[in-house]
């Protein structure tokens, strides 16, 4: 079965930039969706296929994907963003869907 | 808006049945453009895709639980359903419903609240 690695926690403090990674065998032949989760809540999508935005989702939030990581970057972070963020993708090799192991990202 | 809502029991013994509902509104579940997904999360963990289903009846399950996991559509009453059989206390978690984008690697735009089931005597 597919692997998507995360780690475990980012920490950044208010202004700077966060980047979370999500590692896999060659995840750059794939799509990569992210979702941020912020505690209670359902998982909201930020980036899908890669670096596209849904609409209402900020400018700070963009994301690319080559080789064997994909990576979620937040510019000039705000105590807001502090949340979950998990990868996705579809592995064609079993149909089915795949999360990444999620990463805490913690504004300081 | 499209929104969606699950609905079931809180709580189910060891061995039985869960047995969930996902209520779609300010849409038609009949649309051929998505799919409608079943994502779990135990509590202080990741999130774990069950399976999905199409308008059509076609679903696709997650390998790791496909023997035990049966997802159905009602477009009558725009609703699809999900059933885990012999659940143990593994199987505590809550329970999404998501809207999946049909694409050759979709992703889920539109999520329900969550509810919590309980696997316990």
């Known amino acids: 079965s597919y692997v998507l690695p995360q780690p475990p926690s980012v920490s950044v403090a208010p202004g700077k930039t966060a980047r979370v990674t999500c590692g896999g065998h060659n995840i750059g032949s794939k799509s990569v969706h992210w979702y941020q989760q912020k505690p209670g809540q359902a998982p909201v999508l930020v980036i899908y296929y890669d670096g596209a935005r849904p609409s209402g989702i900020p400018e700070r939030f963009s994301g690319s994907n080559s080789g064997n990581t994909a990576t979620l970057t937040i510019s000039r972070v705000e105590a807001g963003d502090e949340a979950d963020y998990y990868c996705?993708?579809?592995?064609?090799?079993?149909?089915?869907?795949?999360f990444g192991t999620g990463t805490k990202v913690t504004v300081l | 808006q499209v929104q969606l809502q699950e609905s079931g029991p809180g709580l189910v013994k060891p061995s039985q049945t869960l047995s969930l509902t996902c209520t779609v509104s300010?849409?038609?579940?009949?649309?051929?453009?998505?799919?409608w997904s079943w994502i779990r999360q135990p509590a202080g963990k990741g999130l774990e895709w069950i399976g999905r289903?199409?308008?059509?009846?076609?679903?696709n399950y997650n390998p790791s639980l496909k023997s035990r996991v049966s997802i159905s559509v009602d477009t009558s009453k725009n609703q699809f359903s999900l059933k885990l059989n012999s659940v143990t206390a593994a199987d505590t978690a809550v329970y999404y419903c998501a809207r999946d984008i049909i694409a050759v690697a979709g992703y889920f735009d539109y999520w329900g609240r969550g509810t919590l089931v309980t696997v316990s005597s």
């Open positions: 996705q993708v579809w592995d064609s090799s079993s149909d089915h869907y795949v």
């Open positions: 289903i199409y308008t059509s009846g076609s679903t």
């Open positions: 300010g849409g038609s579940i009949s649309s051929g453009t998505y799919y």
